[in-house]
């Protein structure tokens, strides 16, 4: 993490609801408009709070960016999970052209140059920071890009991921639903990269903390993992 990487989170913007979708089971994928002075890095985040909306309980989330300026708009995602919070509640009722505010996009979880291999490990939610990153290396054939993605039922952005991956021969998604071939799949990769690769760890705090624990043993020095733990789940 450097200084540089929090320069975004003095960026305020207001965007309007696009579009909500119960994509699957409870998960949620929001479509904000993009204004045109809005920009941010693959892999940030933003701090979302709903204007004229009284919430019970803490008044802001934080949600990763999951597509690309080019893509022209502003995509989240989120998992309601029972109980909702009332903030959720309140973001998932709202209509098209209802006002979100958003503080940066700003973040750590990036990628670090152009030519490391990338071994993604990601759980549930944890994946919006991945598309963002994905979507931006999609068209470079210069290295190995690997996506884990492990989820109990169905993967988000799946068909996104299925799409890039017909494209370039260079990007390989994995989708696993059980932890046991999560961490075979990780290890096979730890073992081919070692560390020449860059490992983006992303989802539940619990799952990064132990994943990271298994990637050390497999001998990846800390300075090759990047974290974005979901603080909050
Ligand atoms: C860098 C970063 C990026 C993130 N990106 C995303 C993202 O892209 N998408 C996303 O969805 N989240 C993301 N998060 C997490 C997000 O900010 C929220 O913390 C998370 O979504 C949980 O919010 P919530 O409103 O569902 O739950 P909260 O109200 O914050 O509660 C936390 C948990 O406790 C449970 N809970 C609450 N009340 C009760 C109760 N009475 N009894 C039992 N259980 C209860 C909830 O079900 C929930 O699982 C990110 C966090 C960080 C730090």
């Given at each position: 993490m450097k200084i540089s990487d929090f320069k975004g989170a003095f960026k305020k913007n207001t965007v309007t609801i696009e579009s909500i979708d119960n994509v699957f089971d409870d998960y949620y994928v929001i479509a904000l408009n993009k204004p045109d002075n809005m920009t941010w890095e693959a892999g940030e985040h933003g701090v979302f709070t709903l204007p004229g909306r009284k919430v019970k309980g803490q008044p802001f989330r934080i949600f990763s960016v999951s597509c690309i300026p080019e893509e022209g708009k502003v995509l989240i995602a989120t998992h309601a999970n029972e109980p909702i919070s009332d903030f959720k509640q309140k973001l998932l009722t709202m209509n098209k052209g209802d006002q979100v505010k958003v503080r940066g996009?700003?973040?750590?979880f990036k990628i670090q140059d152009t030519t490391s291999p990338v071994v993604m490990i990601v759980t549930g939610i944890g994946i919006t920071p991945s598309r963002a990153i994905i979507k931006s290396i999609e068209h470079e054939e210069t290295r190995p890009i690997h996506l884990v993605h492990s989820s109990p039922t169905?993967?988000?952005?799946?068909?996104?991921?299925?799409?890039?991956?017909?494209?370039?021969?260079?990007?390989?998604?994995v989708y696993t639903t059980s932890k046991e071939e999560t961490i075979e799949t990780y290890?096979?990769?730890?073992?081919?990269?070692?560390?020449?690769?860059?490992?983006?760890?992303?989802?539940?705090?619990?799952?990064?903390?132990?994943?990271k624990k298994e990637l050390k043993k497999l001998g990846i020095k800390g300075s090759r993992i990047i974290n974005d733990p979901y603080i909050g789940y």
């Amino acid at each position: 993490m450097k200084i540089s990487d929090f320069k975004g989170a003095f960026k305020k913007n207001t965007v309007t609801i696009e579009s909500i979708d119960n994509v699957f089971d409870d998960y949620y994928v929001i479509a904000l408009n993009k204004p045109d002075n809005m920009t941010w890095e693959a892999g940030e985040h933003g701090v979302f709070t709903l204007p004229g909306r009284k919430v019970k309980g803490q008044p802001f989330r934080i949600f990763s960016v999951s597509c690309i300026p080019e893509e022209g708009k502003v995509l989240i995602a989120t998992h309601a999970n029972e109980p909702i919070s009332d903030f959720k509640q309140k973001l998932l009722t709202m209509n098209k052209g209802d006002q979100v505010k958003v503080r940066g996009p700003f973040g750590w979880f990036k990628i670090q140059d152009t030519t490391s291999p990338v071994v993604m490990i990601v759980t549930g939610i944890g994946i919006t920071p991945s598309r963002a990153i994905i979507k931006s290396i999609e068209h470079e054939e210069t290295r190995p890009i690997h996506l884990v993605h492990s989820s109990p039922t169905e993967h988000l952005y799946k068909e996104t991921f299925e799409e890039i991956s017909r494209k370039n021969r260079d990007f390989h998604p994995v989708y696993t639903t059980s932890k046991e071939e999560t961490i075979e799949t990780y290890t096979a990769l730890a073992k081919v990269h070692g560390n020449d690769a860059y490992y983006f760890l992303s989802g539940k705090i619990k799952i990064i903390r132990a994943t990271k624990k298994e990637l050390k043993k497999l001998g990846i020095k800390g300075s090759r993992i990047i974290n974005d733990p979901y603080i909050g789940y």
